[in-house]
């Protein structure tokens, strides 16, 4: 569960930026204008359920909540703090994909040829790429493989290292492209 480190007030007086200890994401913004726009993600639910809340805005270490106008700060700093604290951080939302990606990943639910495939794939991953990411202290981990499809999730600091979603995945593709000419490869 995320940490506040500190609150910093905005150039916008309705808005009040919050500073956190641990990521909420890794490089994934999320931004809502409207608590409809909040189903699934249940932090924004919790802070649009406070009054006065119009805006949440939030990626990596900081949120940022914007208000009516309308609240005392001090009180409404108070109530926000609440769920940002009890927010899963990335390496927890992290983990609770793994365990759900190990599960839909079980072997014994893949076909002998997708099962083959996979360890073809995941063998070029541990030789040739999750060492680096390693070294730099990240990793990657095969989501899922559906067809011609294969979802992937970084993890630690390449979670959030704009590198990864860009030239790393290019790189990832190329490889496994190796070894199935007509693989996507896409991060999740």
Same mark, same amino acid.
């Given at each position: 569960?995320?940490?506040?480190?500190?609150?910093?007030?905005?150039?916008?007086?309705? $808005?009040?930026? @919050?500073?956190? +200890?641990?990521?909420?994401?890794? %490089? *994934?913004? +999320?931004?809502?204008?409207?608590?409809?726009?909040?189903? #699934?993600?249940?932090? $924004?639910?919790?802070?649009?359920?406070?009054?006065?809340?119009?805006?949440? @805005?939030?990626?990596?270490? =900081?949120?940022?909540?914007?208000?009516?106008?309308?609240? !005392? =700060?001090?009180?409404?700093?108070?109530?926000?703090?609440?769920? *940002?604290?009890?927010?899963?951080? $990335?390496?927890?939302?992290?983990? &609770?994909?793994?365990?759900?990606?190990?599960? $839909?990943?079980?072997?014994?639910?893949?076909?002998?040829? !997708? +099962?083959?495939?996979?360890?073809?794939?995941?063998?070029?991953?541990?030789?040739?790429?999750?060492?680096?990411?390693?070294?730099? %202290?990240?990793?990657?981990?095969?989501? #899922?493989?559906?067809?011609?499809?294969?979802?992937?999730?970084? &993890? #630690?600091?390449?979670?959030?290292?704009?590198?990864?979603?860009?030239?790393?995945?290019?790189? *990832?593709?190329?490889?496994?492209?190796?070894?199935?000419?007509?693989?996507?490869?896409?991060?999740?």
């Amino acid at each position: 569960m995320p940490k506040i480190a500190e609150i910093e007030p905005t150039p916008n007086p309705n $808005a009040m930026k @919050f500073i956190l +200890r641990e990521p909420l994401t890794w %490089g *994934i913004t +999320r931004s809502y204008d409207k608590p409809e726009q909040t189903v #699934g993600d249940p932090l $924004a639910m919790a802070l649009f359920d406070i009054e006065h809340v119009t805006n949440v @805005f939030y990626v990596d270490h =900081w949120v940022t909540v914007t208000q009516d106008g309308g609240a !005392d =700060w001090e009180q409404l700093m108070r109530d926000l703090a609440v769920p *940002i604290r009890e927010a899963p951080s $990335a390496d927890a939302q992290s983990a &609770q994909l793994a365990e759900q990606s190990s599960e $839909a990943m079980d072997p014994a639910k893949l076909s002998p040829e !997708d +099962r083959e495939r996979l360890d073809k794939i995941n063998a070029a991953l541990d030789e040739q790429v999750r060492p680096y990411l390693q070294n730099d %202290g990240g990793d990657l981990y095969v989501v #899922g493989l559906e067809g011609n499809k294969l979802s992937v999730h970084y &993890q #630690g600091a390449c979670g959030s290292c704009p590198s990864s979603l860009s030239g790393t995945l290019a790189g *990832i593709e190329n490889l496994v492209r190796q070894i199935e000419p007509d693989m996507e490869v896409v991060a999740v």
